[in-house]
């Protein structure tokens, strides 16, 4: 069986941290990359991060510097740091894979991430 399940979402205030864990299947887990994407009311799901089957990573610019994505091979899990928040980063946050192949891409339902005073 398959799965990407997304936890860590919460309230938060501007400048503080959440930490979002995304557990996947073993063989979902080993895809060519991991990432996350965020989505948030009116806008086109974009992504936020990635980290490559090599440990290679990509960040959107307008998280650099702030959000970190690893992963824990022994756990199947993909993390994703996020510090000093800002409202934009307002989203809901969703786990994907990308296999690489014609098996295509698999997705998480997603955790909500609120950053407001």
């Known amino acids: 069986q398959v799965q990407l399940v997304e936890s860590g979402g919460g309230l938060v205030q501007p400048g503080g941290s959440l930490r979002l864990s995304c557990v996947a299947s073993?063989?979902?887990?080993?895809?060519?990359?991991l990432g996350w994407y965020r989505q948030a009311p009116g806008k086109q799901r974009e992504l936020v991060a990635d980290?490559?089957?090599?440990?290679?990573?990509n960040y959107a610019d307008s998280v650099k510097g702030r959000f970190t994505i690893s992963k824990d091979n022994a756990k199947n899990t993909v993390y994703l740091q996020m510090n000093s928040l800002k409202p934009e980063d307002t989203a809901v946050y969703y786990c994907?894979?990308?296999?690489?192949?014609?098996?295509?891409?698999?997705w998480g339902q997603g955790t909500q991430v609120t950053v407001s005073s």
């Open positions: 073993r063989s979902i887990f080993r895809a060519y990359v």
């Open positions: 994907n894979a990308d296999t690489g192949s014609v098996l295509g891409r698999f």
């Open positions: 980290i490559r089957s090599g440990g290679s990573t």
